[in-house]
Each structure stands twice: as structure tokens, then as C-alpha cells.
């Protein structure tokens, strides 16, 4: 099991969304974050200039089957590339272990549905 | 059947009228003054559109403009100055301001005669008037003595509201950093022995620039440059915010600004248009003046984003709102809707260069431009109303652009004199207050926030 973090554009966001879905990926995680970095923006303020350092992204956390791992971290790249500078990262770490709270299931089978996956 | 009823009434009221005004004209030759339901009714909703100004338009006007962290503290200060000031003003700010005092004094203060409302009487109509007026059949100094149309209660309600919003107007310049015990007493204190005076020199019949004539039709001088003048000693000796030119501290919710400017023009309607005291051609040409300026200084300020930074903003379009409404406060009642064009196009003008350009190289923090919009706002509408007054909107009164240079210099004063007392009276109260309970919030205060640090709230929750 895999956990996949990424740091997407905002705007890039519908897009990943869609490119996950069609990979299979039907849930996830997101929430907005802050970060500091080298890119700054402008921002104008009763004719007074203020420079700003910090940039709204969108973290996604996604936690896959080993077996998913490659088209699922395609699948965000692709859809989140513009090709400027801030297209963001993408982190992959271990699972150690991962439960279904509503039936006790553990490992790797906590993370599909059986009877969808058998259709 | 019904009809017929009616035609028959007609008649017979038409056949009786002779006969009614005949018995009119021999009872008495002057009938008693009477309250007018009209200029009444308007005056009632004036007064609400009024208090509408500082909460919740000003409030969230200025709450907009600060930090997460502080915009409840701004809200209460506008709430508490509300609460205090009303009970100040019957309790004896009325007076002050709108009373007479007898001897040397009565050129500078009102008495006390009316403390707690003492001796107005429900049925008394008001003593000041601008364009309706009626007979009261008593003479004075050999020429017939005149009284108001409206209820004396309602002219007094309609003033409330003004000495309400002139201290709230200050908060723009020591908002982030001011305790909160030290912001009360310095407000009550503020309203009792600067804007009852200044009131009472513009306003009252006994007060010295009233009698130089000086023109402040709804509050240039006694509001706007007076709380101005205070918010820049304020902001000066309450000294920087920790973070002021360290980083960016951009408005916390620019949509608050929005509906709080929105909120100011729309209740500014009543302050000008209510300015006359009458619902009458005054009151439309005042409206109609003030919403003239405000468009013009609106789209002015716009402009000026759009060309110097870039993009046209919305703080900004609000920010020139708000001072063409100031500009034209004192002179909505004397000018023209060129004369209204020409007061909204130079105030953004000058409020814009103060606040982008001369308020940073001077290195003060005034925190929301109560002094750039609402100081330097003030004294360009009441200069100009000393040049663009013109005798088609009140046959009596003409700036020097109507033949007038005269009312020019007699403006000049009343600005002049406004900014020193204001000045000087700000900076004694600040050390009195300063010396008493303190007024400058602690760095720890400051770097936690107003909202928790002064009342334990804080406006944006995470519980659900």
C-alpha cells in the first residue's frame, strides 16, 4: 500500500479529479494549504503595493494498491501539468497499515470494494 | 348606491369650503404652527439611515478592512460607541452642542438647560430649521419669531446620530492595537469636549462660525475633519503596528467592505438629504448632489487602480466611495451636479495620493485611512464649498466661483480652526486616557489579536 501526496495548481484541481475518476481512483482526500516559496504575488491595496511569497495550493492524499500506484501518479501528473514554474510535487511513502472501520477489514482490502471490483 | 354617497358628500364638501376658509381667516390671523407629517416622516427615516452608517455600514466597513484576528474588536467598537455616545448625547451632549449658554461662553458651548432632555415637551417643535419654517405669531426683536416643522425630539434624534458616527469614524486610525478600557473612556471623553463644541460652533444658532457664516450643510467641518484630524494624533501617538511595513496586512474579507460601503452610501442619502431638516426640493437636490460625487469619486479611484496598479479593485472603488460621500457632506446642500462632478473627481484624486503615496514615505499607521479618506476628504469638500456654492441651489448662499471670494476665507477658517482644536484637544485626551488606564495594546495583545485579547470571541469559529 501506497500513500500518494500531491501539490496541485487550484485551478488544475477539476481536472485531476476527473483524470483520477477515469483511473479508477473514486475517493480521496484534499484540503487547501499555504506554502512559501520563491514565486511571489502582487497584491494592491488602496494604491500601496503589497508583495506576497505565499501560494494557495491544493494538497490531495490518495492511498492505492501497489498495483495502482503507476497510473494513479500518471493520472495526476498529466492532468495537472501546465508546463509553467508551480505545477507542484507529488510524494510517495509506504502504508504500513491501513483498516475499514465499518468491518474490521485490514490491509490492502480496506481500500476497494470487492463485489465492484469483481463486475 | 355607494357611488352616489359619494357624489353627494363632494358636493356638499365643495358647497361648505367657502364658508370653512371664511371661518379660518376671521379666528385668527396667524394659526398655530403644526408639526408637518411629511418633513416628519422623512426626518424619522433620515434618523435611521443615519445610525444605519455606523452600524452595521461602518463596522463592516472597516471590519473588512482589518485582520481575522481583529474584525470583532472593530465591530464592538462600533457597537459600544452606539451605545455610549446615544446616552451621552441626552444626557447632556445635546445640550452642549445644540443649547445656549449665556455671556462669553455662548459663541463656544451650550449650556445645560437641556440635560436629560430637560424641558422639551413631546408636543415642541423643533427650534432649527433650514428650508421650512413656520411662524410661531410671537415677535422678537420686532420681527416674527420662526420655528421648525419638525418635532424638537426628532431634529435632537436626527443630531444623535450624527455625534454617534463622528467618534466611530476615529476607530479607522488606532484599529489592531488600542485596549479596549482605553478606547471607551477616550471616546466618551471625545464626543463630550470635542464634538459638542465643534457642533455648537457650526451648528448653533448662538456658535461663532455659524455667525461668520460658515457653510457645513451636513458635516464637513464637525464630522468628518474633526474625527479626521483626531484619527491622525491618534494613529501618530499610539504609534505603528508590530507588523505595519514589516508584511503585507491585507483586508480579511473584502466582500465586508463591499456591503459596508454600499451601506454608508445608501444611509448617507439620510445624512445629506435629511440635512435640510424638510422633505423638499432641498432634499432631492442634496440626494442628488451626493450620489453624484460618490459616483464620480468612485469611478475616479477606480480609474486610478486601473491605471497606476494595474487592476481596478474592489477596496479600492469602495475606498473612493466613501470619500466622495465625505467630500460632499458639507457642500450637498450648496452646489450643483457640476459642482458635485468637480468634488468627486478631486477628492479621489487627492485621498488617492495620500493614501498610496504620502501615508507610506510619512511612515504613520493610520490603520484604515480615517485620516487620509475622511481628514483630507473633509477639507477638500469644505474648501469647495466655499468655491462651488452657487445661488441656484440656496438663493442666499454663492462660493467664489458665483461672485463670492468672501466665503472662501470664512471655509478656510472653519477648517483651519476645526484642525487645531480638534489637534490639540485629541493629544491632551490621549495623554489624560494614556496616563489613566493605558491605551496602547501590549505586543502580546497585539500578536494574539484584538478579538481574543480584548473579548474572548473569536469571529471565525472551527467548531461546527
Given at each position: 500500500?501506497?500513500k ?21 481512483i ?26 506576497s ?13 501497489d ?53 | ?11 356638499l364638501?365643495l ?6 376658509a ?6 385668527a ?30 463596522a463592516l ?30 444626557a ?16 463656544y458651548?451650550?449650556?445645560?438647560h ?16 433650514i ?5 410661531t ?10 420655528i ?5 425630539l426628532?431634529f ?23 485596549k ?7 471616546s466618551?471623553?471625545w464626543a463630550?469636549?470635542?464634538y459638542?463644541p ?31 484630524i ?15 511595513q ?40 442634496a ?45 450637498s ?14 477628492v ?17 499607521d ?30 442666499a ?10 466665503q472662501?476665507?470664512i ?19 490621549f ?15 497585539e ?18
Amino acid at each position: 500500500m501506497k500513500k500518494i501526496e500531491a501539490i496541485i495548481r487550484k485551478s488544475k484541481f477539476e481536472d485531476v479529479k476527473e483524470a483520477l475518476y477515469e483511473a479508477g481512483i473514486e475517493w480521496f482526500s484534499y484540503w487547501d494549504i499555504t506554502g512559501l516559496g520563491k514565486s511571489t504575488e502582487e497584491q494592491v491595496v488602496r494604491g500601496q503595493i503589497f508583495q506576497s511569497n505565499y501560494i494557495q495550493r491544493h494538497m490531495l492524499s490518495i492511498v492505492v494498491r501497489d498495483q495502482n500506484l503507476e497510473k494513479t501518479v500518471n493520472a495526476i501528473m498529466n492532468a495537472a501539468r501546465t508546463g509553467e514554474m508551480g505545477d507542484g510535487k507529488i510524494f510517495v511513502s509506504d502504508v504500513e497499515a491501513t483498516y475499514r472501520i465499518r468491518t474490521g477489514e485490514t490491509g490492502p482490502e480496506a481500500l476497494y470494494n470487492k463485489e465492484n471490483e469483481e463486475k | 348606491m355607494k357611488k352616489k354617497y359619494i357624489v353627494i358628500i363632494a358636493l356638499l364638501t365643495l358647497i361648505s369650503l367657502p364658508a370653512m376658509a371664511q371661518g379660518a381667516t376671521t379666528a385668527a390671523a396667524i394659526p398655530a404652527p403644526t408639526v408637518n407629517p411629511g418633513d416628519t416622516a422623512w426626518m424619522i427615516v433620515a434618523t435611521a439611515l443615519v445610525m444605519l452608517m455606523t452600524i452595521p455600514g461602518l463596522a463592516l466597513f472597516y471590519g473588512g478592512l482589518v485582520r481575522r484576528k481583529n474584525v470583532l474588536n472593530v465591530l464592538m467598537q462600533c457597537f459600544m460607541i452606539t451605545a455610549i455616545v446615544s446616552i451621552e448625547w441626552v444626557a447632556c451632549g445635546y445640550s452642549l452642542a445644540f443649547g445656549s449658554s449665556s455671556g462669553s461662553l455662548a459663541p463656544y458651548i451650550g449650556g445645560f438647560h437641556w440635560a436629560f432632555l430637560h424641558g422639551i415637551h413631546i408636543g415642541d417643535l423643533s427650534p432649527y430649521f433650514i428650508s421650512h419654517s413656520q411662524p410661531t405669531g410671537k415677535m422678537v426683536d420686532g420681527v416674527p419669531q420662526l420655528i421648525g416643522t419638525i418635532p424638537h425630539l426628532v431634529f435632537m434624534l436626527f443630531q444623535m446620530m450624527f455625534a454617534v458616527i463622528t467618534p466611530a469614524l476615529i476607530v479607522g486610525a488606532f484599529a489592531e492595537r488600542i485596549k479596549f478600557k482605553g478606547f471607551v473612556i477616550f471616546s466618551l471623553l471625545w464626543a463630550l469636549v470635542v464634538y459638542n463644541p465643534v457642533a455648537h460652533w457650526v451648528w448653533s444658532a448662538d456658535g461663532w462660525l455659524y455667525k461668520l457664516g460658515a457653510l457645513d450643510f451636513a458635516g464637513g467641518t464637525v464630522v468628518h475633519i474633526n474625527a479626521g484630524i483626531a484619527a491622525l494624533v491618534m494613529a501618530l501617538m499610539l504609534g505603528k503596528r508590530r507588523d505595519y511595513q514589516r508584511h503585507a496586512i491585507p483586508p480579511h474579507n473584502i466582500p465586508f467592505v463591499a456591503i459596508g460601503a454600499a451601506l454608508l452610501w445608501f444611509g448617507w442619502f439620510g445624512f445629506n438629504a435629511g440635512s435640510g431638516l424638510a422633505a423638499d426640493g432641498l432634499a432631492g437636490s442634496a440626494f442628488l448632489a451626493t450620489h453624484i460625487a460618490t459616483a464620480a469619486a468612485a469611478f475616479t479611484w477606480a480609474m486610478l487602480d486601473w491605471i497606476i496598479g494595474k487592476k481596478p479593485t474592489i477596496v479600492g472603488i469602495a475606498t473612493g466611495a466613501v470619500a466622495g460621500l465625505v467630500a460632499i457632506t458639507p457642500a450637498s446642500g450648496f452646489v450643483d451636479v457640476t459642482g458635485a462632478l468637480i468634488i468627486g473627481v478631486v477628492v479621489s484624486l487627492v485621498c488617492f495620493v495620500m493614501v498610496a503615496y504620502v501615508k507610506p514615505k510619512l511612515g504613520y499607521d493610520d490603520t484604515l485611512d480615517a485620516f487620509g479618506v475622511h481628514g483630507i476628504g473633509g477639507i477638500i469638500g469644505a474648501l469647495f464649498t466655499g468655491l462651488l456654492a452657487t445661488p441656484a441651489i440656496q438663493a442666499a448662499y454663492s462660493g467664489a466661483f458665483y461672485g463670492n471670494p468672501h466665503q472662501f476665507l470664512i471655509q478656510l477658517l472653519a477648517v483651519s480652526s476645526t484642525i487645531v482644536y480638534s489637534g490639540v484637544v485629541t493629544f491632551i485626551l490621549f495623554n489624560i486616557v494614556d496616563k489613566l488606564v493605558g491605551l496602547r495594546a501590549t505586543d502580546k495583545e497585539e500578536a494574539i489579536g484584538m478579538d481574543e485579547a480584548m473579548h474572548g470571541e473569536t469571529a471565525y469559529t472551527t467548531f461546527d
